[in-house]
């Protein structure tokens, strides 16, 4: 009973995951009209950035629920952080990559940046999350 609880667990983090990259896709790849506010800024930093660092944060998190085995050493489970990030970083590239090769948007090196720091902040929570988890034993 306690396998098949932990198989839907990971079915849900999967099902989860798989409506997140559908999301992370329109808005990356949606004409800038279809996605409004995105012109606005706040503190000094536009809108798109911050919309940018927030779309990857929830990468690592959930890739991390998804795939990671619970049961595992920590070397394996650091591993598959790494292997996690590089995901995502991967990800970050090809969606800009994708943006420059349609005519309505474009490659931006600012929005990679922010793209990979909310890749290293999803990063930084699941390490945070772990430790915490390691604390409590």
Same mark, same amino acid.
């Given at each position: ?8 667990? @990971?079915?849900?983090? =999967? ?6 990259? =559908? ?8 004409? &800038?009209?279809?996605? &409004?506010? $995105? ?11 911050? =919309? ?7 990468? &690592? ?9 619970? @049961?595992?050493?920590? @070397? @394996? ?10 995901? =995502? ?11 420059? $090769? $349609? ?12 793209? $990979? ?21």
């Amino acid at each position: 009973a306690g396998t098949l609880k932990m198989l839907s667990k @990971r079915h849900i983090w =999967a099902f989860v995951l798989c409506c997140y990259f =559908a999301t992370v896709l329109f808005l990356c790849l949606a004409k &800038p009209q279809q996605v &409004p506010g $995105l012109e606005m800024t706040f503190w000094g930093i536009e809108a798109d950035k911050i =919309a940018h660092f927030l779309m990857f944060i929830p990468f &690592p998190v959930l890739a991390y629920f998804a795939f990671v085995p619970v @049961r595992c050493g920590k @070397r @394996r489970k650091f591993l598959c952080i790494i292997a996690i990030a590089i995901m =995502a970083a991967v990800m970050a590239l090809m969606t800009e990559k994708v943006q420059e $090769l $349609l005519g309505y948007r474009s490659f931006e090196i600012k929005d990679l940046i922010a793209d $990979l720091s909310g890749t290293v902040a999803g990063t930084v929570a699941i390490l945070a999350y772990i430790a915490l988890k390691t604390e409590q034993k």
